[in-house]
């Protein structure tokens, strides 16, 4: 003679005959449990993930892209221009990365106060 599955259900509260194992709790230490819902709830809840599947690597995924833009504005603050594109892209596990970008004077270095170091800036008065 077996005893009757009694539980109660997590959303709604009830005790039901019928319960739907709908999650189950892990714990680092000691025992975890099973949270059940009666039939009517166990539609509300998501389905449950397999934990063998967390312990496997993520899919491979297309590499991540930064892409700078250089823009002429006037003194309204209004684009007049794009005057450069650079695309950079890191390797996201799908490939070895790309070879670094030529170190240029493409950009010209920052005429501002705050920037402007004493050898520039005597360079940039003459």
Known sequence: MTRPAVRMCARCHRVTAQPVLVHEVH?????GFNVY???ECADQYPPMTDVLELTQPPPPHRSARLTLRVYTVDAQGAVTGERSRVEIRTGGGAGPLPPPLPRTS??????????RTPERGAAQQN
């Not at 270095?109 to 705050?114: E, F």
Request: hydrophobic share 20%; aromatic share 6%.
């Open 37 to 39: 819902a009666c039939p």
């Open 106 to 115: 493409a950009y010209p270095p920052c005429g501002c106060p705050r920037c």
């Open 27 to 31: 714990a680092a230490t000691g025992p």
